[in-house]
């Protein structure tokens, strides 16, 4: 390991990356996730809510009391847009070419959060599950967290260059390799 | 100033999240109002020290207007209500 040091430079990862495998840490980039907005109609966010959250193949993403994201990286939009116009009392919006999504996961994953948003991320608080809306890297994101150590982002198509590098520069010391995944 | 706020629906956030809007206490006159109360409620407004009703809108979270009612000497935050709970309150008394 040592020996493999001294013939890297230190600007190695800088020019040509680290290596083309995952590391434990890793950022993938979701090619085509399929993202709804869902409104709730005044009255009816509970119900909206309850059936999002029993809905099949999307994940609810939590951004406000009568606002949600409906996210599927396993079926396409018309199936998506059929199963969520059923649910009464709520407006839906495709929303799929404005968002990026984003996952990252790795043993070092809080630590390299930490440096991007401003909450609280111990399972304790923010549980597996749990999403909200936050300020990340700058950007307005939605970030939720799927597993013990994989957390979703979700950005604006406009933001995402910008909240992709700092991500990546967040977690170059924890090796943080990138890719696309489907 | 206050650097922690908890929101009631997005939970403690940081400052920079927020964008403060003005005085909360004031109420808004009737549009039919005369144009004295309408001057007064525009242009004539407190600048109390201590503790202070507040709209903070959440913009980089939930995007809901809040009330925070904070001391703008100590900086202690006392509580944090959604708007609309907020005037339903005003309007029950
Ligand atoms: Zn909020």
């Given at each position: 390991m040592s020996i493999n040091l001294l013939h890297r430079h230190v600007l190695d990862d800088h020019i040509?990356?680290?290596?083309t495998d995952p590391n434990p840490n890793h950022l993938s980039v979701i090619r085509r996730p399929v993202i709804f907005s869902v409104l709730a109609h005044a009255g009816r966010e509970a119900e909206v809510a309850e059936a999002l959250w029993n809905a099949e193949d999307v994940a609810p993403r939590f951004c406000g009391p009568s606002e949600w994201l409906a996210v599927s990286r396993t079926v396409g939009a018309e199936t998506v847009a059929g199963m969520l116009s059923a649910i009464a009392g709520a407006s839906v919006v495709d929303q799929s070419d404005g968002r990026v999504l984003m996952e990252i996961f790795g043993p070092s994953v809080r630590k390299i959060l930490s440096r991007c948003v401003a909450?609280?991320?111990?399972p304790e608080v923010f549980e597996e599950g749990q999403s909200a809306a936050m300020l990340c890297c700058h950007a307005t994101a939605n970030v939720a967290r799927t597993g013990a150590d994989t957390f979703e982002i979700i950005v604006p198509r406009s933001l995402a260059g910008s909240v992709f590098e700092e991500l990546m520069e967040m977690g170059r010391e924890h090796a943080l390799t990138r890719g696309f995944a489907d | 100033m206050a650097s922690l706020i908890t929101c009631p629906h997005c939970g403690t956030r940081p400052k920079e999240e927020f964008s403060i809007r003005g005085a909360a206490a004031p109420k808004r006159p009737s549009p039919t109002a005369k144009d004295e109360a309408w001057h007064r409620y525009v242009y004539v407004r407190d600048n109390p020290k201590g503790r202070y009703q507040e709209y903070w809108h959440h913009v980089a979270g939930c995007r809901r207007f809040l009330v925070v009612e904070r001391d703008?000497?100590?900086?202690?935050?006392?509580g944090v209500t959604d708007a609309a709970e907020f005037e339903r309150a005003g309007a029950a008394e």
């Amino acid at each position: 390991m040592s020996i493999n040091l001294l013939h890297r430079h230190v600007l190695d990862d800088h020019i040509s990356g680290f290596e083309t495998d995952p590391n434990p840490n890793h950022l993938s980039v979701i090619r085509r996730p399929v993202i709804f907005s869902v409104l709730a109609h005044a009255g009816r966010e509970a119900e909206v809510a309850e059936a999002l959250w029993n809905a099949e193949d999307v994940a609810p993403r939590f951004c406000g009391p009568s606002e949600w994201l409906a996210v599927s990286r396993t079926v396409g939009a018309e199936t998506v847009a059929g199963m969520l116009s059923a649910i009464a009392g709520a407006s839906v919006v495709d929303q799929s070419d404005g968002r990026v999504l984003m996952e990252i996961f790795g043993p070092s994953v809080r630590k390299i959060l930490s440096r991007c948003v401003a909450v609280d991320l111990h399972p304790e608080v923010f549980e597996e599950g749990q999403s909200a809306a936050m300020l990340c890297c700058h950007a307005t994101a939605n970030v939720a967290r799927t597993g013990a150590d994989t957390f979703e982002i979700i950005v604006p198509r406009s933001l995402a260059g910008s909240v992709f590098e700092e991500l990546m520069e967040m977690g170059r010391e924890h090796a943080l390799t990138r890719g696309f995944a489907d | 100033m206050a650097s922690l706020i908890t929101c009631p629906h997005c939970g403690t956030r940081p400052k920079e999240e927020f964008s403060i809007r003005g005085a909360a206490a004031p109420k808004r006159p009737s549009p039919t109002a005369k144009d004295e109360a309408w001057h007064r409620y525009v242009y004539v407004r407190d600048n109390p020290k201590g503790r202070y009703q507040e709209y903070w809108h959440h913009v980089a979270g939930c995007r809901r207007f809040l009330v925070v009612e904070r001391d703008n000497l100590t900086h202690e935050v006392f509580g944090v209500t959604d708007a609309a709970e907020f005037e339903r309150a005003g309007a029950a008394e």
